[in-house]
């Protein structure tokens, strides 16, 4: 009520059928309010609860909302630590890693990050980033590019053989996946600590 057909329409939430009649548009789906870095909702993104298809159904773009200027979840991550951050492609691929106790999570809702998600990421000054996009060619693509924009702060995230999204994971080989790519981490750290010290001391001896 108040609001205009065109309004409506362009919020993205209900579609007109060829009667006139309106439906909603996320009918049979779990929503996923996508919030932007000031917590504010600006799109919605759903889930079907069955093997209907499509098995996702995205906001459409507009003024408010292009997938390619946000980062999901970073309204939440960068209340966190900024020591290390985890980037995956899909909001349940987020979801899944909050359920298994890790916040530190961004969504790029695709497998490459935009430049503005490149710009946002920089800003965050976060140490480390672990590429947790998906196993797959595409995935694996997408972490390469990573690697190019932030060189050595990237690792990448160690799935088990076979293993190619990890909403496909329980919390056992989630645990033994993330157990290894944090042992990773830390080697890079003390690593480059190392070299760090060495580095200071050449400069003192001379």
Known sequence: ????????????????????????????????????????????????????????????????????????????????????????????????????????????LGWKMTKEQEDKLKRSNVKYIISALDNDKCGKKGTEYLQAIFGSKVIRFRYLKGIKDIGETDKEQFDKMYQKTIKILKERRNGLIRQDQSRRTKIRKQ
Do not use: C, W
């Open 1 to 108: 009520e108040g609001f205009q057909e065109a309004e409506i329409l362009e919020s993205g939430l209900v579609n007109k059928n060829d009667n006139g009649k309106y439906i909603d548009r996320y009918r049979n789906r779990l929503m996923i309010p996508i919030l932007d870095e000031r917590n504010r909702v600006i799109a919605f993104g759903g889930r079907v609860l069955d093997d209907s298809k499509p098995k996702y159904i995205n906001s459409p773009e507009n003024i408010v909302y292009s997938k390619g200027r946000h980062l999901f979840g970073l309204n939440v991550a960068k209340k966190g630590n900024t020591d290390k951050l985890l980037v995956v492609e899909g909001y349940m691929d987020r979801l899944k890693f909050i359920q298994y106790g890790e916040k530190n999570v961004v969504a790029i």
